[in-house]
Structure formats: structure tokens, C-alpha cells
């Protein structure tokens, strides 16, 4: 677990430090991808990636074509699974990391929240379906700011070429015009009402040949709620802080308008999630804005005693999570995150495995080994 806590306390000195240079981007960009994009059989999705990137590239799942070139494109140059998976999320990470400089005003800040909220778990697995539909949301969000629908949406429906749930994000321009905080709170109670009537609404819609592939989503696990505990309880406390604080905060700024409604929305989402655990896909596309959103109250918040309080609050809660997150893998039947492994290091030592089965057999029994050093150690 060191690994993660050495990362997490890296990015987040940085982002104490307030530096903000195309040195501390390419540090941080060098180091993140190495870490993350470089993972060995961590996450499990990358079973069933490989298998078909592997033996049967041209599967297409509904209309993901534009997944399936991609894999076709690598495959033609030689590329292996391995570095298929390195270059294409490096490539994502480097966007992603471009646009939170640009548009965040604390992006190290920013980043720290991130990494614990959606890049070290998505890029573990690696979700790299969504991912990709997730960096094309970032391109698109120009043209939501500006409100030029037609790009918006043709660029949406791009997105979804690579993960068919981008298609949601359509009726984005529409739901942005009404959202309020008010709002939120009055539909996420009138959904949690409704909610034993969700499942039925995911067959309908998985009935739609296009998205009759997730109908494992139909699994009663995905179909629960998450457990309104008191740590979850507090963690949506701790979600609505920000934008109850910066409510009442005017300017003409059309980027923070924007950014303020997505936020709205990834909050919206996020109880939703105690109805229906299903929802936690959804808002991997808006939880980027809302740490964009919340690194405002560094603007907002004259107090620099505040601010550093604030900051530290934050920092401190986050490492909770992501130890909380962690901690959640150790003794289950997961490779998700112990041992960690790293691609460069596993192919100097020549424990590369190009068969997933073989991968698999070779993660497991390191695992046991880990887990075991660590009853050890108690």
C-alpha cells in the first residue's frame, strides 16, 4: 500500500508548494504516466482487453467502432498489448493533465483529487473504453461553453464510437439550462423514491440491440445502492461543501457557469449512487469538472489560514478514501492493486507474460505472496 501513499503525498507537495510551470506539468505528466500507464496486471479489465485485442480485434461492441480501429491501427504496427495500453493512456493522461492546467486555477490541487477519485482506478483496470470517450468529452466541452450545439454534439456522438454510454451526454445542453442546487436536491429525493423501479428501466434499455451488451449491469450488485453509511454520508457532506459555498459567487465567466452546472450535476449523480450503485459509471464524465470546480474556493476564500486549512482538509480526507479504497482489495479475490507491478521493471527481470492466462496464474500466486508477507508483518 506504501506505493500508493508515496504517489498521493508526492502530488500532493506539489500541489502545496503552488508552483505552476511546464517543468512541474512534465514532471508530473513523466511521473503519473510511468506509475499508472505502466501498471502490470493491476485492475482485472485488462483480461478481457487483451483477449480480444489478442485473438479477435475486430469484435466491435455495438457501434464502438472507433475502439475497434484503434485496436486494428496497433495491432498493424506490431505494437503488443502492453504497449498498445501504455501509449493510448498516455496519450489520455496528457490531455487530461493539459486541460486541468488550463482551466483549473490550483491544478496540482486539482490533480491530487483526481488521481484518488478517478485516475488511479480507471487507468489501473484500465477502464480504456471510457477513458477514451472521456477525453473526447474534454474536447467537447469547448463547445459547450460557447454553446455551439451542433459541434457539441457531433463530437459527442464521436465519443460514443468509443464507449457507447457517451450517448447520454447528449441531452447535456438541454439539462444544463435548468440545474440548480434546489434542483438537485429536489430530483435526487423524488429518484430515491423511485428508485425500486430503476431496475426495470436498465432492462428496457439494455432490450435496445446497441446496448444489449451490458446486460450484466443487470447483476443485483450493480442494481444496489451504495451503503449510506457514515463515512458515505459524510463524504456527500463533503461533496456539497463547495458548491453550497460558491453558490452565490457572480461573474459573467462562462467557463465557471459551466463548470458550476456539471458540478451540480456530478453531485446529482452521486446520490443517485445510494439508490443505485450503477450510476458510479455515469459520473467518471463530470467528476473532472467538479475537482475543477471546487479549486475556485482557493479564489473564492480570502483567508490564506483558511485556504491552508482548507487545503489540508482536503488532502487529508482524500488519503482517507483512498486508503478506505484500497484497503477494500486486500483480501478480496482481486489483482487490482497488491502487489503493485510495473511493466519495465517485471520485462528487466524477464516476468513478462504475452498469454493472460499465464498473466493471470503468474499475478495470483504474487499476490499470495504479498498478502502473506503482510499477515507477516501484523
Known amino acids: 500500500m506504501y506505493i500508493y501513499f508515496i504517489v498521493y503525498c508526492f502530488l500532493a507537495f ?5 508552483k505552476k510551470s511546464n517543468i512541474i506539468f512534465i514532471t508530473v505528466f513523466v511521473f503519473l504516466s510511468l506509475f499508472l500507464n505502466l501498471s502490470y496486471t493491476n485492475g482485472i479489465d485488462w483480461v478481457n482487453y487483451q483477449n480480444i485485442y489478442e485473438n479477435n480485434p475486430f469484435e466491435t461492441r455495438g457501434m464502438e467502432f472507433g475502439f475497434t480501429s484503434l485496436q486494428l491501427f496497433f495491432k498493424s504496427l ?26 483549473s486555477l490550483f491544478p496540482l490541487f486539482s490533480i491530487t483529487i483526481l488521481f484518488q477519485t478517478f485516475l488511479l482506478g480507471n487507468f489501473f483496470e484500465p477502464a480504456i473504453r471510457q477513458i477514451q470517450a472521456i477525453v473526447i468529452f474534454l474536447f467537447a466541452f469547448k463547445f459547450l461553453v460557447e454553446k455551439k450545439n451542433l459541434k457539441y454534439f457531433a463530437t459527442i456522438l464521436f465519443g460514443a464510437l468509443f464507449h457507447q454510454t457517451a450517448l447520454i451526454l447528449l441531452i447535456l445542453p438541454f439539462i444544463l439550462k435548468y440545474i440548480t442546487l434546489l434542483s438537485v436536491c429536489v430530483v435526487s429525493t423524488i429518484l430515491y423514491l423511485l428508485s425500486g423501479y430503476f431496475s426495470n428501466v436498465v432492462e428496457l434499455i439494455t432490450s435496445v440491440s446497441i446496448f444489449s451488451s451490458y446486460y450484466y449491469y443487470l447483476d443485483k450488485d450493480y442494481l444496489l445502492g451504495i451503503d449510506l453509511n457514515l463515512f458515505n454520508f459524510a463524504k456527500a457532506l463533503i461533496y456539497f461543501f463547495p458548491l453550497f459555498i460558491l453558490r452565490k459567487y457572480k461573474t459573467d465567466d462562462q467557463i465557471f457557469i459551466t463548470l458550476r452546472k456539471l458540478s451540480y450535476l456530478f453531485f446529482l ?33 480570502n483567508s490564506r489560514q483558511i485556504c491552508q486549512l482548507l487545503f489540508i482538509f482536503y488532502v487529508c480526507i482524500h488519503a482517507v478514501s483512498l486508503y478506505r479504497g ?8 482481486s489483482m487490482k492493486y497488491y502487489p503493485y507491478t510495473n511493466y519495465f521493471i517485471e520485462y528487466i527481470k524477464g516476468t513478462t507474460y504475452y498469454n ?4 493471470i496464474e503468474h499475478r495470483m500466486e504474487s499476490r499470495e505472496i504479498d498478502l502473506n508477507n503482510y499477515l507477516k508483518g501484523k
Do not use: P
Request: glycine fraction near 2%; charged fraction near 15%; hydrophobic fraction near 60%.
Open 78 to 103: 506490431g505494437f503488443n498489448f502492453e504497449m498498445f495500453k501504455f501509449i493510448v493512456l498516455t496519450f489520455d493522461l496528457f490531455i487530461i493533465l493539459k486541460f486541468i492546467f488550463r482551466v
Open 356 to 359: 493472460s492466462q499465464e498473466k
Open 326 to 333: 484500497i484497503s477494500l482489495f486486500k483480501y478480496k479475490d
Open 269 to 301: 449523480i452521486y446520490l443517485m449512487q445510494f439508490s443505485i450503485m450503477l450510476f458510479y459509471r455515469v459520473n467518471f464524465y463530470f467528476i473532472t469538472f467538479y475537482v475543477l470546480y471546487i479549486s475556485y474556493l482557493f479564489y473564492v476564500i
Open 14 to 18: 506539489l500541489a502545496f508548494t503552488r
